[in-house]
């Protein structure tokens, strides 16, 4: 099982990203999908989330309107687009997938991307 993120990097304030989370060794199709940052100075915080066929995503506060989730499960991935990004976005987002299924649950980490806003 693997989740690899990519796209991050360094962008100047108001820049955008997309960042992509490539997904093998599980049923992708069947599971919800999240985007997860985790920052020296505010710890761990849930950013974005999408259910298995993609009719249904979710964010964070701070992040409606500037952030869109979206998947492909034809290509196994899930990606991050992020627009208007400020200092405060620097972090390393990480991919998640979660799967409850009989009450037996299953999730999978990738190891991250760093996306650092700066001028």
């Not at 940052?37 to 849930?46: A, Q, T, V, Y």
């Not at 964070?60 to 400020?86: E, H």
Request: charge should be neutral.
């Amino acid at each position: 099982v693997q989740l690899v993120e990519s796209g991050g990097g360094l962008v100047q304030p108001g820049g955008s990203l997309r960042l992509f989370c490539a997904a093998s060794g599980f049923t992708f199709s069947s599971y919800y999908m999240s985007w997860v940052r985790h920052s020296p100075g505010k710890g761990l915080e849930w950013v974005s989330a999408i259910n298995s066929g993609g009719g249904s995503t979710s964010y964070a506060d701070s992040m409606k309107g500037r952030f869109t989730i979206s998947r492909d499960n034809a290509k196994n991935t899930v990606y991050l687009d992020m627009s208007s990004l400020k200092p405060d976005d620097t972090a390393v987002y990480y991919c998640h997938a979660d799967q409850l299924v009989s009450g037996s649950r299953n999730d999978y980490w990738g190891l991250g991307t760093q996306v650092t806003v700066s001028s």
